[in-house]
């Protein structure tokens, strides 16, 4: 059986550091991370990460928590079984050659995927798509020679205007400090 | 006003309120130490070896609730205070230390004494900071300060190059608040979770609380008695919790676990309601996780989310600081009797030995540790080291006041109560500070005395020479055939070792000198070792082996209840 993911989408300080203890964090508690990707988000100095986490619903409830815990990291959503659009992309550099050529296009244009670069030997396809497409794109390339795959791993949003259903900081506000020991 | 890094942090420290930092200077620290002259309402305490200075900030800290300052110099120093920073980390101390680093151009280069020490304690600090920019040194001492005291408190490391230290800037004073807009130490207490908790509590018939640390740090033992008291519910207190309700209380179970008296076993094996306060279900206090309180429902009251069903399953969670969280559940909670509940664990108590020992003619750590808590009465703070004697002071000494007793629970640090018991006297000039050390672990900090020595901190530091590491022996003789690797080992005569480093030190090897040497050292004006020549092989009991649960409990099968 599959082990169970979460998605977990956390706004982050962008400064440096954090990004080594949120994989530090989840390295010593022993959770696997199946993708992490970040970068800037809308709010300046503030950089959005979105960790696709393997673990069953233990792992996923302390994920959520040691992450909100870390100070640096200002909002954890778990947005596991949200209405979401998650997308990724990948590089794929596979062999072709004149003969073959016209058939790889034909895969790479039904996967609505781009030709960024051709040399005589080798072709770089760029696609994205959600982990399933990405996964059979790889698929009906293997046969032709894939020669190097690159993945960026998940970024994932929740659709519509709404906020997460499970958005932990909502569930417990950040308070303000009240005082000391 | 330009001042220099150094001036700054002494400045900031200076504002927070730090009356004293131990600490070891080197050569990425010495602008700071340099300064420390134009400081002199700082005191400074040189100890030998940097663990110490984190320890000795630690039990400063336990025995104050102030932050604890220690101060290490790169490299090697950073890293020797390490393993204090880490017995700070799992017992939730408030402690900032205060570390040099090679200057801004060197770092990453692998200079002399260079290490990344953020890096090496970021999983055993609360938060960290390298500090690249001077002018950001007022904030990063106030928000160090800030995050090491506040919710669930724990060491903060600011790691400082030595040219940031030599470095002019403009200094503006010491920030107000501390701009920290990631931190959220205290969550709001949930009403409606509470009145849920409150029902809980009306409806059961065998309730227990058990206390940890965190009912210490919050000093909410007042609250704690209130609620036991106004819903008549039994109080076992952890390792770490001991103190936090009265030792002598007719609601007083004593302590739970691996070495916890048979009653305090019993008696969470049959609650049907379970509320932790402060604590975080340890696996020395669970046993199997499975198997401890599996008729119970459980509440827990902690200030870490995190905590909540990590360890154990529990049904409700109150997050928030525990004064608050029975600020608001006290009021609620019905005056309630269960007389045959509080019976039943008072006949459990009959019933079973787990506090006696036997009569012997050789001197017993028990017997020792006994006499010692009647001659204290609980007005003194006790400081411990780690292994069989900590175990048995657990067992015999009776605090009615919280935060008199320091031990080092989740790292269990050998060693600890040297350093540890000295800063708990330079925070508490005015009490006796007893050391209960064990042969093995004193001599992993021992050379402290002589801070001691140096700066008149007056420790009455017992040892147990028993020649072994003993509950390591324990082990060997239950789980490995009595095969004794590496546990035996030869004690220096403390006595002289006493004498060398210039304080009093006595060998107590009879029985009717124990009493005798207790009121000889706390006559005594400055440090004394009283070295306690005991019996070698004896067990600590009740033990349940790790992992275990009530039917795999053992008493000690030298006694028995008569004898209790």
């Known amino acids: 059986m599959a082990v169970p993911r979460q998605i977990l989408v956390a706004l982050v300080e962008d400064k440096p550091g954090v990004l080594n203890r949120v994989a530090g964090l989840f390295r010593r508690r022993g959770f696997n991370i199946a993708s992490l990707a970040v970068g800037h988000s809308e709010t300046p100095n503030m950089s959005r990460m979105t960790i696709v986490v393997e673990g069953d619903e233990g792992v996923r409830q302390q994920a959520a928590r040691q992450l909100r815990k870390l100070i640096g990291v200002m909002e954890v959503r778990d947005i596991t079984d949200d209405a979401i659009v998650a997308r990724e992309l990948t590089l794929i550099k596979v062999k072709a050659l004149p003969d073959n050529r016209s058939d790889i296009i034909s895969i790479v244009e039904i996967f609505r995927g781009d030709i960024v670069d051709v040399e005589p030997d080798s072709m770089v396809i760029q696609a994205t798509g959600d982990e399933n497409k990405i996964e059979a794109l790889h698929k009906m390339l293997k046969p032709f020679g894939v020669l190097e795959i690159m993945r960026t791993g998940q970024v994932a949003m929740v659709r519509g205007s709404a906020e997460s259903t499970k958005n932990l900081s909502q569930v417990r506000p950040k308070f303000k400090d009240i005082g000391g020991v | 006003m330009k001042l220099t890094g150094s001036q700054i942090v002494l400045e900031c420290l200076k504002a927070e309120g730090v009356d004293v930092m131990f600490g070891l200077p080197g050569g990425a620290i010495l602008p700071f130490y340099q300064t420390l002259p134009e400081y002199p309402e700082i005191r400074h305490i040189l100890v030998r070896h940097e663990q110490g200075a984190a320890m000795a900030a630690d039990g400063y800290a336990r025995s104050t609730g102030k932050v ?7 490299g090697p120093g950073a890293t020797n205070l390490v393993t204090g920073i880490m017995t700070a980390h799992m ?14 151009a060197m770092i990453g280069k692998d200079a002399f004494q260079e290490s990344d020490v953020t890096g090496i304690t970021l999983p055993i600090t609360k938060h960290n900071y390298l500090v690249m920019d001077t002018r950001e040194l007022p904030m990063v001492i106030k928000k160090a300060f800030h995050i090491a005291r506040t919710g669930r408190p724990g060491p903060v490391l600011v790691d400082i190059p030595k040219d940031v230290q030599q470095e ?15 931190y959220s130490p205290v969550a709001e207490v949930d009403p409606a979770e509470v009145k849920k908790a409150a029902r809980m509590i009306d409806q059961a018939k065998r309730p227990i609380i058990i206390a940890g640390r965190g ?16 819903a008549q519910i039994p109080v076992i207190t952890t390792l770490l919790g001991i103190g936090s309700f009265p030792g002598r209380h007719l609601l007083s179970v004593g302590m739970p676990g691996m070495h916890g008296v048979a009653w305090a076993t019993l008696a969470i094996d049959e609650a049907d309601l379970l509320i932790g306060i402060g604590m975080r279900f340890d696996d ?20 870490d989310e995190t905590e909540i069903s990590k360890n154990v399953k529990v049904d409700l969670a109150l997050v928030s600081d525990v004064n608050k969280v029975l ?20 006949r459990w108590r009959r019933e079973h030995p787990s506090l006696a020992f036997r009569e012997t003619e050789d001197l017993l750590p028990q017997f020792i540790l006994k006499h010692l808590n009647e001659e204290t009465q609980g007005d003194a703070i006790v400081v411990t080291g780690v292994g069989q004697h900590q175990m048995w002071a657990a067992q015999h000494f009776c605090f009615e006041k919280p935060n008199r007793f320091i031990t080092s629970g989740g790292s269990g640090t050998m060693g600890y109560e040297v350093p540890a018991s000295m800063g708990a006297q330079v925070g508490n000039p005015d009490t006796t500070v007893w050391a209960i050390c064990g042969d093995g672990g004193f001599q992993m900090t021992m050379p402290e005395v002589l801070t001691m020595v140096e700066n008149n901190i007056p420790v009455k530091l017992v040892i147990m020479n028993n020649g072994t590491h003993g509950m390591v022996r324990q082990w060997q003789e239950l789980f490995y055939n009595k095969s004794y690797v590496a546990t035996l080992f030869q004690t220096p005569d403390f006595v002289k070792l006493a004498e060398a480093f210039g304080c009093k030190g006595l060998r107590i090897t009879e029985k009717d000198q124990v009493v005798p040497a207790f009121h000889q050292a706390m006559k005594h004006d400055g440090p004394v070792i009283l070295d306690f020549v005991v019996r070698a092989v004896e067990n600590v009991y009740p033990f349940i082996p790790p992992g275990g649960s009530r039917a795999s409990m053992e008493e000690d099968p030298n006694v028995s209840v008569a004898m209790g």
């Open chain 2, 68 to 74: 604890g300052v220690c101060i290490a110099t790169s």
């Open chain 2, 91 to 104: 017992d939730s101390v408030p402690i900032v230390a205060i570390t040099g680093q090679v200057p801004r």
């Open chain 2, 168 to 182: 002019e800037v403009e200094f503006e004073g010491y920030p107000e608040e501390a701009d920290l807009r990631t």
């Open chain 2, 215 to 230: 009912v210490n740090i919050s000093r909410a033992h007042g609250l704690l008695q209130e609620l036991a008291e106004k």
């Open chain 2, 284 to 303: 020395r206090v669970t046993g199997d996780p499975n198997l401890f309180a599996h008729r119970a429902k459980k509440i827990h009251i902690d200030i």
């Open chain 2, 327 to 346: 600020g608001a559940l006290n009021p609620l909670v019905k005056h309630n009797t269960h007389p045959e509940w509080v019976e039943c664990i008072d």
